[in-house]
T-cell receptor
């Protein structure tokens, strides 16, 4: 079945440093979604990427979908303590069940 | 307010107890889900209901029994659980699991502790 892997599993950064999490799918995706879960909270939808090579930005967050539509990345510029949480990617394989990656837990030292 | 409401938020139960988790969605969605979240498996899909019909059961032990009386309500009945079942149980809903671009809306979760 479809597998979605995320790396790294954990990341500690100093406030102000950049952060990137990577997502890789075993199959070609029709689209990819990103979710954020704050500590003690629940996953919340951030964004969806559909087109090959697509890049979308939300303030300091940049999301990218690979040319082959099998990988994606989330990059945060100049992290802040409010960025703390676990970031999940989720791959959609043309109408099949959405498959979540294992998540990357981001910790930011003030 | 997420549009998906779960009760109770916290539950402590003994291994011989029977309890239920309740979920209600106010988003007009057709699909509802139960996920289990623990340190070992961050987001583990348990069950999916689409238009009240169960479409996915990811090899979940029978001590977990879902019930979906309509598209807005979902229950998870719990009996003879084990301590390793302690986890955060997340209910979620979406428009249609077979629809490309299907976004999942999660509830705040029910923290379950089995003693």
């Amino acid at each position: 079945g479809q597998q979605v892997m995320q790396i790294p599993q954990y990341q500690h950064v100093q406030e102000g440093e950049d952060f990137t999490t990577y997502c890789n799918s075993s199959t070609t995706l029709s689209n990819i979604q990103w979710y954020k879960q704050r500590p003690g909270g629940h996953p919340v939808f951030l964004i969806q990427l559909v087109k090959s090579g697509e890049v979308k930005k939300q303030k300091r967050l940049t999301f990218q979908f690979g040319e082959a539509k099998k990988n994606s990345s989330l990059h945060i510029t100049a992290t802040q303590t409010t960025d703390v949480g676990t970031y999940f990617c989720a791959g959609d394989n043309a109408g099949n069940m959405l498959t979540f990656g294992g998540g990357t837990r981001l910790m930011v030292k003030p | 307010e997420t549009g998906v409401t779960q009760t109770p938020r916290h539950l402590v139960m003994g291994m011989t107890n029977k309890k239920s988790l309740k979920c209600e969605q106010h988003l007009g969605h057709n699909a509802m889900y139960w996920y289990k979240q623990s340190a070992k498996k961050p987001l583990e899909l348990m069950f999916v209901y689409n238009f009240k019909e169960q479409t996915e059961n990811n090899s979940v032990p029978s001590r977990f029994s879902p019930e979906c009386p309509n598209s807005s309500h979902l229950f998870l009945h719990l009996h003879t659980l084990q301590p390793e079942d302690s986890a955060l149980y997340l209910c979620a809903s979406s428009r249609d699991p077979g629809f490309s671009g299907n976004t999942i809306y999660f509830g705040e979760g029910s923290w379950l502790t089995v003693v």
